[in-house]
């Protein structure tokens, strides 16, 4: 079946570093999301990338779809504390089963101050 | 406001009890969905329905069960037969049945089993 694997698993990073996680799928998307759980809460839905190829940005955030569509990555330019939580992809088949959403394992963020 | 509510937040239950989770929504969204999270683990899909009185097995529907006989409503039965349920259990809706967009959590329910 579609697998989404997706690292670095934790990221430990001092305020104002950048930080990066990575998303892989064994298939072709049609499109992927990204997530934002914070600790004890429940997941956030932070943006979703359709075209291949596609760069979006929310305000430190940059999101990117790969031209093969198999694979993402966020991008967050000087990390704050209000960064940290664990963010999922979770990436969308073509064609059949395209109602399912299949989640990665997530990347989870501490930012020291 | 707008939104989707799940209940109870927090459920003991002894071995071999089942056990209903309840899930609203008033978002007019289509699409519903039961997740599971194991600590440390991504979301896992139990079962999804795009529209009322249709639903599918997801990749760990084994031990669960699901109805929607209404479009704001989507509960989950989380049966004796489910060997491991102590976990956190997450609905979530999207709207139209093409399931395009982002999906809306609930803040979730905890199952511990005793």
Redesign the interface.
Known sequence: ?QQVM?IPQYQHVQEGEDFTTYCNSSTTLS?I?W?KQRPG????????LVKSGEVKKQKRLTFQFGEAKKNSSLHITATQTTDVGTY?C?G?KIGA??????????TTLTVKP | DGGITQSPKYLFRKEGQNVTLSCEQNLNHD?M?W?RQDP??????IY?S?IVNDF?K??IAEGYSVSREKKESFPLTVTSAQKNPTAFY?C?STFG????????????SRLTVL
């Open positions: 079946g997706q499109n999301q997530y809460g429940h997941p956030v839905f932070l943006i979703q999922f979770a969308r089963n395209a109602g399912k959403s299949t989640f990665g394992d997530g | 699409a969905y997740y440390g683990q991504g979301l896992r899909l999804y795009q599918q997801g990749d997450l979530a049945t093409a399931a395009t967009g982002g999906l809306f959590f609930g803040e979730g």
